[in-house]
């Protein structure tokens, strides 16, 4: 793999981990009730765009032939 091909797969791997624990952070009812409603919403907003990240990264990948 070429180098940047190495760091695209890294960034997924690393945005894709993080988000699967913040969704699993905002899942649990007493952990995310134990913060206020502000952060509450910036964390769903931040799953969002991290989502669309991990979309945009797995169609990067698509086109290199990288695995997903």
Same mark, same amino acid.
């Given at each position: ?18 988000? $699967?624990?913040? $969704?699993?952070?905002? %899942? !649990? %009812? !007493?952990?995310?009730?134990? +913060?206020? $409603?502000?952060?509450?919403?910036? +964390?769903?907003?931040? +799953?969002?765009?991290?989502? $669309?990240? !991990? ?10 032939? +990288?695995?997903?």
């Amino acid at each position: 793999m070429k180098p940047f091909e190495l760091r695209l797969a890294e960034l997924h791997s690393r945005n894709s981990n993080h988000l $699967r624990n913040l $969704r699993a952070f905002a %899942a !649990d %009812a !007493d952990r995310i009730a134990a +913060i206020s $409603r502000e952060e509450r919403q910036l +964390i769903h907003e931040q +799953i969002e765009h991290m989502s $669309r990240l !991990d979309a945009v990264l797995e169609q990067r990948m698509k086109l290199h032939n +990288i695995p997903v």
